[in-house]
């Protein structure tokens, strides 16, 4: 079956760089159509769109945070990597992954991982 | 990207109708999809490509899309159906969600 499972530090401070870490398993992101993204929710908040890789290693990145934002994959690990830089407490959330299939929807997400940002 | 409009909130009485829109310019134009999230849960996807439901979501849970504006229609409401909604569109693959509609269910 499909899951996906984010990783990486649950405390950064202000003005670093987090990495997360998607890793996946029940599908290869290197079959047509199959991306994966990142998606984050601060506390009490909305849904908010972070980044998307696709199978041929396309990029798409939000506009209000692409300078920021840098995702990559390594399809023999079943990984998609996510980095932020110059964290700043409001960046303080949920970050999630999440496949988006041939269905054009996110049909499986991962548990989600808190991060926090604070000195 | 799309810049989606939700109502914050919506109320229904259980066996009630609940209409939650989402609005933006030319919405009709794209696939919208659908989720519902609960109180310290994931995400969930309910509706996709406008109006198809994945397997394991009941057939009370449809939606429509055309013009500006997406409705998500949940029909005989139960109690298990609150929580919050977020629509979301895609423009290529850039995604953007919804601010997201509180249902209560009252």
């Known amino acids: 079956q499909v899951t996906l499972r984010e990783s990486g530090p649950a405390l950064v401070k202000p003005t670093q760089t987090l990495t997360l870490t998607c890793t996946f398993s029940g599908f290869s992101l290197s079959t047509s159509g199959m991306c994966v993204g990142w998606v984050r929710q601060p506390p009490g908040k909305a849904l908010e769109w972070l980044a998307l890789?696709?199978?041929?290693?396309?990029?798409y990145y939000s506009s209000s945070l692409e300078t920021r934002l840098t995702i990559s994959k390594d399809t023999s690990k079943d990984q998609v990597v996510l980095t932020m830089t110059n964290m700043d407490p409001v960046d303080t959330g949920t970050y999630y992954c999440a496949r988006r299939s041939y269905i054009t929807a996110y049909d499986y997400w991962g548990q989600g991982t808190l991060v926090t940002v604070s000195s | 990207s799309y810049e989606l409009t939700q109502p914050p909130s919506v109320s229904v009485y259980p066996g009630q109708t609940a209409s939650i829109s989402c609005s933006g310019d030319k919405l009709g134009d794209t696939y919208v999809c659908w989720y519902q999230q609960r109180p310290g849960q994931s995400p969930l996807l309910v509706i996709y490509q406008d109006d198809k439901r994945p397997s394991g979501i009941p057939e009370r849970f449809s939606g429509s899309n055309s013009g500006n504006t997406a409705t998500l229609t949940i029909s005989g409401t139960q109690p298990m159906d609150e929580a919050d909604y977020y629509c979301?569109?895609?423009?290529?693959?850039?995604?953007?969600f919804g601010g997201g509609t509180r249902l209560t269910v009252l």
């Open positions: 979301q569109a895609w423009d290529i693959k850039t995604g953007a």
């Open positions: 890789i696709d199978w041929e290693d396309e990029k």
